[in-house]
Antibody, heavy 121, light 107 residues
Framework: QVQLQESGPGLVKPSGTLSLTCGVSGGSIVTTAWWSWVRQPPGQGLEWIGEIWDNEKTNYKASLKSRLTISIDTTKNHFSLNLYSVTAADTAVYYC??????????????WGPGTLVTVSS | EIVLTQSPGTLSLSPGERATLSCRASQSVSAPSLAWFQQKPGQAPRLLIYGVSNRATGIPDRFSGSGSGTDFTLTISRLEPEDFAVYYCHQYSSSRTFGQGTKVEIK
């Protein structure tokens, strides 16, 4: 079973860049799957941020697209999130997840434990 | 962006009772692009249902999904103590969005 683990700073200053990496173990990142980021502000619901395929094709949430870059490194078996010009509204638990694709379906089958990122000076 | 509206916001029920959770989309969701997740405090979401009605691996058969177009339902036939949690619907027909969640609490 593939395992995912988020890593990165837990505190980011306003107007700075939020950078996270998701390490993938127990399986290759080169597979029929989207590698996705989802966040959850404290006490609130889930918000999909974006995703990447192993050929570097990306899909981003429209309202975040101008501030967002998701990249993948197949040699290191990880993918990354960079969110620019952050504000307090970007404070959230950030999850990375795998979305398997097969037979016309896709499904989130593996998630990281999540990491809290606080935007504050 | 397709907006998903879940109702009710909170469902207060007793173990053994039936739970019916609704998810309504602002525009039609093409099959099979609707999923349901369960989330407990401090944990990542757990996939219950994908493709409207397919149970994910290891999910007990008391969980079932149904619906089409703009109206979808998650049913828990008999609530077990471990089922009290927050449930989210998710569409991937057009980009991806989540509903705001329904909390199933012990009455």
């Amino acid at each position: 079973q593939v395992q995912l683990q988020e890593s990165g700073p837990g505190l980011v200053k306003p107007s700075g860049t939020l950078s996270l990496t998701c390490g993938v173990s127990g399986g290759s990142i080169v597979t029929t799957a989207w590698w996705s980021w989802v966040r959850q502000p404290p006490g609130q619901g889930l918000e999909w941020i974006g995703e990447i395929w192993d050929n570097e094709k990306t899909n981003y949430k429209a309202s975040l697209k101008s501030r967002l870059t998701i990249s993948i490194d197949t040699t290191k078996n990880h993918f990354s999130l960079n969110l620019y010009s952050v504000t307090a509204a970007d404070t959230a638990v950030y999850y990375c997840a795998r979305v398997m694709v097969a037979q016309g379906y896709n499904w989130f089958d593996s998630w990281g434990p999540g990491t809290l990122v606080t935007v504050s000076s | 962006e397709i907006v998903l509206t879940q109702s009710p916001g909170t469902l207060s029920l007793s173990p053994g009772e039936r739970a019916t959770l609704s998810c309504r989309a602002s525009q039609s969701v093409s099959a099979p692009s609707l999923a349901w997740f369960q989330q407990k405090p401090g944990q990542a979401p757990r996939l219950l249902i994908y493709g409207v009605s397919n149970r994910a691996t290891g999910i007990p058969d008391r969980f079932s999904g149904s619906g089409s177009g703009t109206d979808f339902t998650l049913t828990i036939s008999r609530l077990e103590p471990e089922d009290f949690a927050v449930y989210y619907c998710h569409q991937y027909s057009s980009s991806r969005t989540f509903g705001q969640g329904t909390k199933v609490e012990i009455k």
